[in-house]
């Protein structure tokens, strides 16, 4: 898919702020620096529309990307990051679960995960909670390109593993630097809104 018109529609914190539900949304989650800004400028070939930072927790609202009034992306703020203080981390989990609980036209999760590093106890409270809402998600694997190839099995085994994923189905390896499996991953969104 080609998105020629891409914008930041709107940043909300609570549900009166979020935009009508006349399009499928396609949210990103995944721990902070995991690389969900680089992801969606890399999807849409854009170098700045989601704003990326070498500090994790910038994202503290939901920002939600209208891709030419075909479906939105929506940027949730990042978990896990442990220099904000527990009652900021409190709010983003908050925001999190209230967007993911009460959007009808959210179609597919994207959990975002950094292929280097095991998935964190919040990758997986993460994944079971998308179990448990009955969310459709694919899981993203970012930084790939940080790994050799020779390695990229055993990684692939481990989040398998760690995830208890009946297959690595669910597995769609991503690099911002190279773009590798951003085509993979164009397929599955446009599964998801069509």
């Known amino acids: 898919m080609k998105v020629q018109n891409p914008k930041l529609e709107i940043t909300a914190v609570k549900l009166d702020q979020y935009p009508s539900m006349d399009k499928p949304e396609i ?50 703020p990042g978990y896990g990051y442990a220099k904000v203080s527990k009652t900021d981390r409190a709010r983003w989990a908050k925001m999190i679960t209230e967007y993911l609980t009460n959007r009808d036209n959210l179609v597919t999760l994207l959990l975002l995960m950094d292929f280097r590093h095991e998935p964190t106890e919040l990758d997986i409270q993460m994944k079971e909670f998308a179990d448990e809402l009955d969310i459709p998600y694919a899981i993203v694997l970012t930084k790939v ?44 969104i446009e599964s998801q809104i069509n």
Do not use: C
């Not at 208890?164 to 993979?184: I, N, Q, R, V």
């Open 27 to 76: 949210a990103l989650a995944g721990r902070s620096n995991v690389g969900k800004s680089s992801f969606i400028n890399t999807l849409i070939e854009r170098k700045g529309l989601a704003r990326t930072s070498g500090q994790p927790g910038k994202t503290q609202t939901l920002n939600f990307y209208n891709m030419d009034d075909k479906f939105r992306f929506v940027d949730v």
């Open 145 to 188: 390109d940080k790994i050799k190839r020779s390695q990229r099995n055993k990684h692939i085994s481990m989040f398998t593993k760690k995830l208890e994923l009946p297959t690595s189905d669910a597995l769609f390896l991503f690099s911002s630097e190279t773009a590798e499996g951003k085509d993979d991953i164009w397929e599955v």
